[in-house]
């Protein structure tokens, strides 16, 4: 997987990203579907990082100026431009799997989805069977109250 050039200086713009389709199929960042059923696809650090970064794209539309290192460190990570680490592998997770995007403005910008699309076969493939299962559950209906 290739790294992310993130700014040295670590400052960012995040915008949210408007996605018609993942915003009538799809499900909130911050609902219990992400919890559920991506989170085992993007992992715990991509998924919290995805929650805040959607969270200050949501509060600002017009752009929100974010500070990657007070970010990593709300996380209990670290940023470190240019160095592999936990916190830019989370970015490059994000970006890998279509929930963030660079915007051709400049590169410190990045769209975050707001609303995730549902599972794809082959994401769906990658999930233990249990999970599998309450995803089907989900999908019909018998399942939109998880437990916790």
């Known amino acids: 997987m290739t790294q992310t050039q993130l700014p040295d200086d670590g400052i960012i713009t995040l915008v949210p990203w408007t996605d018609a ?3 009538a199929q799809g499900h909130p960042v911050r609902g219990d579907y992400v919890e559920h059923f991506w989170l085992g696809i993007l992992g715990p650090t991509a ?3 995805l929650r805040r ?3 200050l794209a949501e509060q600002s539309p017009d752009g929100s100026v974010a500070d990657l290192n007070v970010l990593a460190h709300s996380l209990g990570l670290a940023y470190h431009p240019g160095r592999h680490n936990p916190f ?3 970015f490059d997770r994000c970006l890998m799997f279509g ?3 660079h915007l051709t403005v400049s590169p ?3 769209a975050v989805r707001t609303s995730v699309p549902p599972l794809s076969l082959r ?3 990658r999930l233990p069977e249990a999970l599998q299962t309450a995803h089907a559950d989900w999908a019909t209906g ?3 109250q998880l437990s916790r």
């Open 88 to 90: 830019s592998r989370g």
């Open 123 to 125: 994401h769906l493939a």
């Open 142 to 144: 018998r399942g939109a």
């Open 21 to 23: 389709l993942a915003e």
């Open 53 to 55: 970064c959607a969270l």
């Open 47 to 49: 998924t919290w990082l």
């Open 108 to 110: 410190s910008v990045f």
């Open 99 to 101: 929930m963030m995007r």
